[in-house]
Structure formats: structure tokens, C-alpha cells
């Protein structure tokens, strides 16, 4: 097993829809939790951050984290074309430490 | 302010060849590292620095080398590349320590290997 699953997709939507994201893991140290955004040919950039359980509102995105359930999600609502990217889950066990580890990826299409 | 760079964007090598990609950044980060991506496998850590003079091997190590002469740049070499290399390939860094955990990436560099 993966240290860190994410649904494998792709996933296509149309606008205005509320998107779910997720990510399970296995190593219960984790500690920090995080949601990158890639646009096609371009680095990632980091959308959501989140340390140890709890939710994170910014704008139309929402991150949770249930460390009892090792599972995290990112929701976007009234989903834009915009939107549309490959989105990474991201965890690592301490903020000193920065060593990442991500998930594969799922590429999100909104269409108009 | 540019962040971080890297050179090339795109290269094409052929087999038993070696390279160098190039990393820099102007933000005075402590912490650099290199990832590579592949379809399907997510992001990978190959090597990461926490300051000159110090380099460590991540999870994908093999085949490449690095080092950290300063703390701007962060330097990786293909000693002989093989199309498993294919690949693409980022470069990051952060500030060490401090209550986020926010790493700042390259735009990235294609390498294929024929």
C-alpha cells in the first residue's frame, strides 16, 4: 500500500458544480496536510494548507482533515473553467521537515 | 523577484549522455530540493538540501548527483542518462523551519532521453 492514495480520476464537471477531492494515507505522523494546484506545464503551486485535523475555508475552497479516519478532501464550490488543473494532495511530517509526499494526482476538466 | 529557476525548460538526450539541470533561487531559502514527475506516479523526491555544503538523498536517488557550493544554487547532474530519466523534473525550495510549510516550485524542465 501507497503511503498516500488519491482517487485516480480524471474527473469532468460542469460549471457552477461542488467539486470533492480526496486522499487517504497510512502513516498516522503525519502532520501537515497540504493541496497543490498544477496548471498544464507549469510547477505546482500550493492552494490549501492545513496542520493536524480540522478545516480551512479560503474563498471557494475548503480543505478538511480527519487524522482518526486518514483521509483528507478539498471541496471547491460554484467550480470555474479556471479551476480546471491536475490537483495534488501533499503531506509531510513535520514543517521543519520538508520532505513531501504526494499523491498522484487527479486532473479536473470544468466544463462551461 | 523571480523565485525559482530553471534551466533548460525542455532537453533531449541521447542514452549514456550527461547533463546538468539548473537550479537557482533569490529568496535566500535554506531548503532545496529536486522532484521528478511522472505519469501516474505522482511527485518524487531525489535528492533535497538543507543549506550549503549539505545535500541528502530523498526517495528516487539513483542515477543522479547533486550539490550545494551555495545557497542559491541547488544543481542537478545526470551522470549517464538512461530513458528511464524521461521525465519531468522540479526544482523547489523553502525557508527553513517556520510555522507554514509552504514550498516554492520551478516551472519545471522536460527531459527525454532517446
Known amino acids: 500500500q501507497k503511503e498516500v492514495e488519491q482517487d485516480p480520476g480524471p474527473l469532468s464537471v460542469p460549471e457552477g458544480a461542488i467539486v470533492s477531492l480526496n486522499c487517504t494515507y497510512s502513516?498516522?505522523?503525519?502532520?501537515?496536510f497540504m493541496w497543490y494546484r498544477q496548471y498544464s506545464r507549469k510547477g505546482p503551486e500550493l492552494l490549501m494548507y492545513?496542520?493536524?485535523?480540522g478545516n480551512k475555508e479560503d474563498g471557494r475552497f475548503t480543505a478538511q482533515v480527519d487524522k482518526s479516519s486518514k483521509y483528507i478532501s478539498l471541496f471547491i464550490r460554484d467550480s470555474q473553467p479556471s479551476d480546471s488543473a491536475t490537483y495534488l494532495c501533499?503531506?509531510?511530517?513535520?514543517?521543519?521537515?520538508?520532505?513531501?509526499?504526494f499523491g498522484k494526482g487527479i486532473t479536473l476538466s470544468v466544463r462551461p | 523577484n523571480a523565485g525559482v529557476t530553471q534551466t533548460p525548460k525542455f532537453q533531449v538526450l541521447k542514452t549514456g549522455q550527461s547533463m546538468t539541470l539548473q537550479c537557482a533561487q533569490d529568496?535566500?531559502?535554506?531548503?532545496m530540493s529536486w522532484y521528478r514527475q511522472d505519469p501516474g506516479m505522482g511527485l518524487r523526491l531525489i535528492h533535497y538540501?538543507?543549506?550549503?555544503?549539505?545535500?541528502d538523498q530523498g526517495e528516487v536517488p539513483n542515477g543522479y548527483n547533486v550539490s550545494r557550493s551555495t545557497t542559491e544554487d541547488f544543481p542537478l547532474r545526470l551522470l549517464s542518462a538512461a530513458p528511464s530519466q524521461t521525465s519531468v523534473y522540479f526544482c523547489?525550495?523553502?525557508?527553513?523551519?517556520?510555522?507554514?510549510?509552504?514550498?516554492?516550485f520551478g516551472e519545471g524542465s522536460w527531459l527525454t532521453v532517446v
Open positions: 538540501s538543507v543549506g550549503a555544503g549539505i545535500t
Open positions: 529568496m535566500n531559502h535554506e531548503y
Open positions: 501533499a503531506m509531510s511530517l513535520t514543517g521543519a521537515n520538508s520532505k513531501l509526499t
Open positions: 523547489a525550495s523553502k525557508p527553513f523551519g517556520g510555522s507554514g510549510n509552504t514550498i516554492y
Open positions: 492545513t496542520y493536524s485535523s
Open positions: 502513516n498516522s505522523a503525519f502532520q501537515y
